[in-house]
C-alpha cells in the first residue's frame, strides 16, 4: 500500500509541474495507463477502469475543492486551473480507455 501511495505521489508531482505538454509527457500519461492493463503491464498491477475512473474522479474533486478554496487567487486564474484540471484528467481517462 506505501508503493501505491508513493507512486501515486510521484505521478501527482510529475502532472502538477508539467509546464508543457510535449509529446514525452503525452508518452508517460499513455504509458502511465499501459502499465495498469494487462497489455503491458503486470498481472499484479492490473486496475480495472471502474477504480481507476473513480480514483481520478476523486483526485479530480480535491483538486479543485483546493483551487476553490485558495484565497490568493483571483476568479479569473481558479477557472483556467479548474479547467486545466479537468481536460487534464479528460485526456488521461481516454488514455486508460484506449490501454484497455
Known amino acids: 500500500m506505501e ?4 507512486m501515486l505521489s510521484k505521478y501527482l508531482k510529475c ?3 508539467q509546464n508543457e505538454w510535449n509529446d514525452s509527457f503525452l508518452q508517460y500519461l499513455s504509458h502511465v ?5 494487462n497489455k503491458i503491464g503486470s498481472p499484479l498491477i492490473h486496475v480495472d477502469l471502474i477504480h ?3 480514483l481520478c474522479g476523486y483526485l479530480e474533486q480535491n483538486l479543485i475543492a483546493i483551487i476553490l478554496k485558495s484565497e490568493n487567487l483571483d476568479n479569473q486564474t481558479k477557472y483556467a486551473g479548474i479547467m ?3 481536460k487534464f484528467f479528460w ?3 481516454d488514455f486508460f480507455s484506449n490501454a484497455l
Open 3 to 6: 508503493y501505491r501511495k508513493n
Open 15 to 17: 502532472i502538477l509541474t
Open 33 to 37: 495507463a499501459k502499465i495498469h492493463t
Open 52 to 54: 481507476i475512473t473513480c
Open 84 to 86: 486545466a484540471i479537468n
Open 91 to 93: 485526456i488521461q481517462n
